[in-house]
């Protein structure tokens, strides 16, 4: 998925900057319905694309959670 970080600022302030969400959504059908899903995605990447499109560059924290 490709997108703008712009909107909620979920991590930390908004940068306007495109980025790119890799992940995956496992569905468990039963009787022809949805009865469950489970999304993954690649959280790490998502925040080190979002802080190095910064202008004050890069922010390290020791704890990314």
Known sequence: MHGTYRGTPAFGP???R???VLGV???LIQDGRIVK???????????AQID??????????????
């Open 14 to 16: 908004l940068t306007g």
């Open 18 to 20: 495109p980025v790119t």
């Open 25 to 27: 959504s496992q569905f």
């Open 37 to 47: 899903e489970v999304r993954v995605y690649d959280e790490i990447s998502l925040r």
């Open 52 to 65: 190095a499109g910064r202008e004050e560059g890069p922010q390290v924290e020791a704890n990314i959670y």
